[in-house]
Each structure stands twice: as structure tokens, then as C-alpha cells.
């Protein structure tokens, strides 16, 4: 969960302060609400995530390929 609060600089700055009011237990609840209110918002919208890293999307996306051209051919062997 500390990922996420440490996701973006906006994120962390909420996590404490509401740490900070309600405690660490509460503060983790109000972070996953407000990450799930974010996803919710991307899919409505079709839009990208605002503080993504473009580098590791980039590889993610290319060893994806990679891995899906893996399956196809050991479907197509079998």
C-alpha cells in the first residue's frame, strides 16, 4: 500500500496529513479510496495516468509483446 502513497508527490502530501488527523490505519483506507476514485475516473474518461512513468510503461509494454509472442507460438506448436 506504501507504493501508492508514495506513487506521486500529491498522493504522499495527502497520506500525511490525513496520517497526521486520523491515523495510519484510516489514512491507508483514505488513500486506496482515493486511488480507486482515480482508476474509476480513468476508465470513465479513457485517460492516462497522470504520474505514470513513461519509461517503465514503455518496457512494461514491449516485455508484454514479448511474453504474448511467446504464447503464440507455443499454441501454435501444440
Not at 7 to 25: L, Q, V
Not at 38 to 63: E, G, Q, S
Request: no cysteine.
Amino acid at each position: 500500500m506504501f507504493h501508492f502513497a508514495n506513487s506521486s508527490p500529491d498522493m504522499h502530501t495527502f497520506y500525511e496529513s490525513t496520517k497526521a488527523r486520523r491515523g495510519a490505519g484510516r489514512s491507508r483506507i483514505a488513500v486506496l479510496r482515493r486511488l480507486f476514485s482515480i482508476m474509476r475516473r480513468m476508465l470513465l474518461d479513457d485517460i492516462d495516468y497522470r504520474w505514470k512513468d513513461d519509461i517503465n510503461v514503455h518496457n512494461k509494454l514491449v516485455d508484454y509483446a514479448a511474453e504474448m509472442k511467446n504464447i503464440e507460438i507455443l499454441a501454435g506448436s501444440a
